[in-house]
């Protein structure tokens, strides 16, 4: 067309059949005939027979200088590799690792951070290689704002801080190994007994108060040693 401008089609293809397989639109051979390299059949799918792998961008089978807009499934068959934000307009919320606006059958790996606005329900085990140390409640390899429920065992390796609120255990023992236990203010409570098997307890301020409302024993000491040589009571001013 030597026109300047067209206002109608500068190509345009009809035929009296209907859409369907069964006839090309346009067809590209090569090698005298005997190679295909491009065709549009008869329903307007575009077929390519190029084997280019994609490497970037600018080099593949198909390649665009524009965006691409695919109403429906796309799917590929290797590697996707995008070099600017991945958007997922979905709202499907996830209820387990099949479901969701992006699933995954594999692993997902993330370099920086990641935001999650809803909860984050893990099956396995969440294991941070962070080694920062804590030196407050907003410090250390992980932090909430919230608070912590753990259903089973927690292991610190080093200390443990409570800053407020005290420490409530409503079942079970606190075992000290080594290192013995140290309260700086607000005392200790015991409903039903201490038992201290080395290591004696110390009192270097504030006294120690015994109240017993029953009818029984306040205080017993027992040396069970064969020989005793020491102090059974020793009170000192």
């Known amino acids: 067309a030597d026109a300047t401008s067209v206002a109608g089609q500068a190509l345009l293809i009809n035929t009296k059949e209907a859409s369907g397989t069964g006839f090309d639109l346009i067809k590209a051979n090569v090698n005298a005939g005997g190679a295909e390299v491009f065709r549009v059949d008869g329903t307007g799918a575009v077929i390519v027979s190029a084997t280019t792998d994609s490497s970037s961008s600018t080099i593949g089978s198909i390649r665009t200088t524009g965006g691409l807009g695919v109403k429906l499934k796309a799917n590929v068959g290797g590697n996707l590799n995008v070099a ?58 992980i932090t909430t704002a919230g608070g912590i429920g753990v259903a089973k065992q927690v292991h610190v390796g080093t200390g443990l801080t409570v800053v407020a609120g005290g420490a409530t255990v409503t079942a079970g023992d606190i075992v000290v190994t080594s290192g013995g236990l140290t309260v700086t203010a607000g005392g200790i409570k015991v409903n039903s007994g201490i038992t201290v098997d080395t290591g004696g307890v110390v009192v270097t301020t504030g006294g120690s108060d015994i109240t017993n409302t029953a009818d029984s024993t306040v205080m017993k000491a027992v040396s069970s040693h064969n020989t005793f040589t020491s102090d059974a009571l020793l009170l000192q001013t």
């Open 84 to 141: 600017g934000s991945t958007i997922s307009t979905n709202t499907d919320d996830s209820t387990t690792s099949l479901s969701g606006a992006i699933t995954t059958l594999g692993g997902l790996g993330v370099k920086l951070k990641a935001n999650v606005g809803g909860n984050l329900n893990v099956a396995g085990v969440t294991i941070s290689t962070n080694t920062g140390d804590a030196a407050d409640s907003t410090t250390g390899s």
